[in-house]
T-cell receptor, first 118, second 111 residues
Framework: ETGVTQTPRHLVMGMTNKKSLKCEQH?????MYWYKQSAKKPLELMFV???????ENNSVPSRFSPECPNSSHLFLHLHTLQPEDSALYLC?????????????????FGPGTRLTVL | LAKTTQPISMDSYEGQEVNITCSHN???????ITWYQQFPSQGPRFIIQ???TKVTNEVASLFIPADRKSSTLSLPRVSLSDTAVYYC????????????FGQGTELSVKP
């Protein structure tokens, strides 16, 4: 599937580096999300954007800085990370945060970026 | 948001039907039940969603009893490619994007 793409797919960085993860959705959705998945742990929601406005920040450390320049693109800027930040970072999108009724909005996930912090 | 409980792992063989049950004793009236599938090093993928009774699509069936305190994902005639982690999620339609993933059930399909 190419609905949600993420680059790079793999990233190795030192603790003093600055890098950015990119997510792009081609589905015409209004909401985008960042999740973190550490080894043997459930997915953790990090940030939620709706129409380019951040609506959720789940107590994420400031060394992670999201940016949503438009409804199709989402970035996660990384700065002075720690080895425990090594994980799979997943981007997702959905039509909207809320539906007018009926079923909850389905989220479509990208393939993720496997991040290793040395 | 209602807490869910699933078996940590299950084994099956090709061609068998697999049933994964999820318990959600505290499900609320406006909660829906959603299942996602995740292959290694990939993002989760929506499988099926329901509110009550039975829902079927081209991939799976979802059985929800009248009290809605549990649900069962049924995968007919699994193949090796169905080896994945399956997540049961419970939440209202207006949850504002808050998908709460548990540990999921790691299904291993053997030849």
């Amino acid at each position: 599937e190419t609905g949600v793409t993420q680059t790079p797919r793999h990233l190795v960085m030192g603790m003093t580096n600055k890098k950015s993860l990119k997510c792009e959705q081609h589905l015409g959705h209004n909401a985008m999300y960042w999740y973190k998945q550490s080894a043997k742990k459930p997915l953790e929601l990090m940030f939620v954007y709706s129409l380019e406005e951040r609506v959720e920040n789940n107590s994420v450390p400031s060394r992670f800085s999201p940016e949503c320049p438009n409804s199709s693109h989402l970035f996660l800027h990384l700065h002075t990370l720690q080895p425990e930040d090594s994980a799979l970072y997943l981007c997702a999108s959905s039509q909207d945060l809320r539906t007018s009724g009926g079923f909850p909005d389905t989220q479509y996930f990208g393939p993720g970026t496997r991040l290793t912090v040395l | 948001l209602a807490k869910t409980t699933q078996p940590i792992s299950m084994d099956s063989y090709e061609g068998q039907e697999v049933n994964i049950t999820c318990s959600h004793n505290n499900i609320a009236t406006n909660d829906y039940i959603t299942w996602y599938q995740q292959f290694p090093s990939q993002g989760p993928r929506f499988i099926i969603q329901g509110y009550k009774t039975k829902v079927t699509n081209e991939v799976a069936s979802l059985f929800i009893p009248a009290d809605r305190k549990s649900s069962t994902l049924s995968l007919p005639r699994v193949s090796l490619s169905d080896t994945a982690v399956y997540y049961c999620l419970v939440g209202p339609y207006n949850q504002g994007g808050k998908l709460i993933f548990g540990q999921g059930t790691e299904l291993s399909v053997k030849p």
